[in-house]
T-cell receptor
Framework: NAGVTQTPKFQVLKTGQSMTLQCAQD?????MYWYRQDPGMGLRLIYY???????DKGEVPNGYNVSRLNKREFSLRLESAAPSQTSVYFC???????????????FGEGSRLTVL | GQQLNQSPQSMFIQEGEDVSMNCTSS?????WLWYKQEPGEGPVLLIA?????ELTSNGRLTAQFGITRKDSFLNISASIPSDVGIYFC??????????FGTGTSLTVIP
């Protein structure tokens, strides 16, 4: 029972390099999310996908792009990494982000990114 | 984005003691979630609450959905060393985003 799986778990980049964080869930959830977690800042939403084929900006989208590849997979791309993007990134999923539906949010184990 | 007020920020307790923490919001929610996060790990869902006044237990953990729908409480009874971690709350209103508390760091002294 894998739940939400993220890769890679650790990554070191140089400023200006690009990379993609991968996320997959096996719970048949409609909605997927990318958060970053920084000391003292809590979890902040970067982008989310309410359902397959849709993506929307969250609280801190600048410098990131996302792709909802299919119902299972949601990737986060850093086109030109900056030191300010050093953080722990969490992918999460929930059954549905839709009016009238409540649900539980499940997280992956995190991807620790350092940008030098 | 909205951040929930969670208190206390940190707790240092003796093994065997009970623990209480709470989370408050300026907005009402339909769902309250409680998570535990250990160092280097992702948040793990402990308890989900869906109804005002609801009281739900998971082993030694008990959580309550406040009657005003603007707060929630988590209690841990008879703490043990493996309870160490950061506990945080999350709230959701139907069709909207999840909002998170800043966490309560729990240290259990054997």
């Amino acid at each position: 029972n894998a739940g939400v799986t993220q890769t890679p778990k650790f990554q070191v980049l140089k400023t200006g390099q690009s990379m993609t964080l991968q996320c997959a869930q096996d719970m048949n959830h409609n909605s997927m999310y990318w958060y970053r977690q920084d000391p003292g800042m809590g979890l902040r939403l970067i982008y989310y996908s309410a359902s397959e084929g849709t993506t929307d900006k969250g609280e801190v989208p600048n410098g990131y792009n996302v792709s909802r590849l299919n119902k299972r997979e949601f990737s986060l791309r850093l086109e030109s990494a900056a030191p300010s993007q050093t953080s722990v990134y969490f992918c999460a999923s929930s059954e549905s982000l839709r009016t009238g539906v409540t649900g539980e949010l499940f997280f992956g184990e995190g991807s620790r990114l350092t940008v030098l | 984005g909205q951040q929930l007020n969670q208190s206390p920020q940190s707790m240092f307790i003796q093994e065997g003691e009970d623990v209480s923490m709470n989370c408050t919001s300026s907005s009402i929610f339909n769902t309250w979630l409680w998570y535990k996060q250990e160092p280097g790990e992702g948040p793990v869902l402990l308890i989900a609450l869906y109804k005002a006044g609801e009281l739900t237990s998971n082993g030694r953990l008990t959580a309550q959905f406040g009657i005003t729908r603007k707060d929630s409480f988590l209690n841990i009874s008879a703490s043990i060393p493996s309870d160490v971690g950061i506990y945080f709350c999350a709230g959701q209103l139907w069709g909207n985003q999840f909002y998170f508390g800043t966490g309560t760091s729990l240290t259990v002294i054997p």
